[in-house]
């Protein structure tokens, strides 16, 4: 695909610690499979965590970051944000 269309910026979510699963993986694999997708075209990596467990997230953007890849790093949230006066849980 980088080919075809060359001024693209690929991404992908990058879950902190679980990269792409649902489970916690070893750092050196986390780092590998960073570096590896970002070799193989993707470049800008959207980090986040579904607690919002700082440590984890902050591992998957120094991750990135080695890696040579872009940052996105956010945070999970749940609710309306539209509308103030609702609350996180109704």
Same mark, same amino acid.
């Given at each position: ?20 699963? @649902? ?6 694999? %986390?780092?590998?499979? %960073?570096?590896?997708?970002?070799? $193989?075209?993707?470049?800008?990596? $959207? %980090?986040?965590?579904?607690?919002? @467990? ?34 996180? @849980?109704?």
């Amino acid at each position: 695909l980088k080919k075809a269309i060359p001024n693209v910026p690929f991404q992908m979510l990058l879950r902190g610690t679980n990269a792409v699963g @649902y489970t916690t993986y070893p750092d050196n694999v %986390v780092k590998a499979f %960073v570096k590896e997708a970002h070799k $193989r075209g993707v470049d800008v990596f $959207r %980090v986040f965590d579904s607690l919002n @467990y700082l440590d984890n997230l902050k591992f998957g953007i120094e991750a990135v970051h080695e890696a040579g890849g872009v940052v996105e790093a956010t945070i999970c949230y749940t609710g309306d944000v539209s509308d103030p006066k609702k609350t996180k @849980y109704e």
